[in-house]
């Protein structure tokens, strides 16, 4: 089988073949700023997330909020109830 190592920084070396865990556990041991920058080329690669969102739909809920109809939450109490619906 031919060798189907592709260049790498730093004196590492990936495969061509490597399997997802295995490039997933080099990403994971790149530092705080190599994995940021590694994760923002690949969310570039990604389609834009498109927004069921209408202009109306923003305008009722502000409405709601300035009405006192609902509650605002804050950003760690909107991430407390996602964790916790998704069973984490």
């Known amino acids: 089988m031919?060798?189907?190592?592709?260049?790498?920084?730093?004196?590492?070396?990936?495969?061509?073949?490597?399997?997802?865990?295995?490039i997933e556990q080099k990403a994971l041991a790149l530092p705080e700023r190599e994995r940021a920058s590694l994760a923002a080329k690949l969310l570039d690669t990604l389609p834009a997330l498109e927004t069921d969102v209408s202009d109306e739909e923003i305008e009722r809920r502000e409405r709601q909020l300035e009405s006192g109809q609902v509650a605002a939450i804050s950003h760690e109490e909107f991430v407390r109830r996602v964790k916790q619906e998704r069973g984490r």
């Not at 060798?3 to 490597?18: K, L, P, S, W």
């Open 2 to 22: 031919a060798d189907r190592t592709v260049a790498g920084r730093n004196g590492v070396c990936y495969r061509a073949d490597m399997k997802l865990a295995e």
